[in-house]
């Protein structure tokens, strides 16, 4: 049983998300202020939090920054329908996705699925899938979710390993921005969701330049993301 934490100053609402996912085959825990949120979020009982972004005294993206800086947990953040800088900011600062509210109790359970399902750690790799993807400089472990770009280890959130992913088995081709969507975030991208370029733009920070001084991950404009391949 998967355990959810969610973290909202709406307790009516929480309480009828909780009971939602209760019923839904998940084991909830809620707490009402961003502070508490970050407590439990570091507490290592939980499987994913759902982060509302307006909280009173600590809002929902200062706890996503406290929660970062010691922790790669699924955050799926709550934004305000329409707030699209505090979608971009969320997910700059590593959170995995984003629903819009009010969103409908099903919605919020098929995205935390969704995050769950490609956040989960195979026992076993799936046959015919190899245990590592070599791409250049490139090495990936899809079974444990690590990966080391020119010797060092990347610290990935989980969205960010299946972006990558996606590209390095792709590498020397183009991937459409809805094709890594489906990919990375188990979902089809919206009309002006600009969630895959920011994740696209954190993983280029995170990875740096080639020894030519190029990014790894380019633009095709109009068409997609392409990892190069040497």
Sequence with gaps: MNAVLLVDDDVELCTL?????????????????GESGVAEALSGRHDIIVLDVMMPRMGGIEALRQIRRESRIPVLMLTARGDDIDR?????????DYVPKPCTPRELVARIRAILRRTAQATEPTTGTPMLVSV????LRPAQ?????????????????SLLEA?????GHVVSKQDLSQAALGRELARYDRSIDVHVSNLRQKLGSMRDG?????TVRGMGYLFVRD
């Design 214 to 218: 190029r990014s790894p991950v380019q």
């Design 136 to 139: 250049g400089e490139l090495r």
């Design 17 to 33: 998300q909780a009971d939602y996912l209760t019923g839904e085959g998940f084991n909830v825990t809620m707490v009402h202020d």
């Design 167 to 171: 590209l390095a088995r792709s590498a």
């Design 88 to 96: 971009v900011v969320g997910l700059e600062l590593g959170s995995d």
């Design 145 to 161: 979710r690590t990966a080391e770009w020119q010797g060092r280890m990347l610290e990935l959130t989980s969205t960010e390993f």
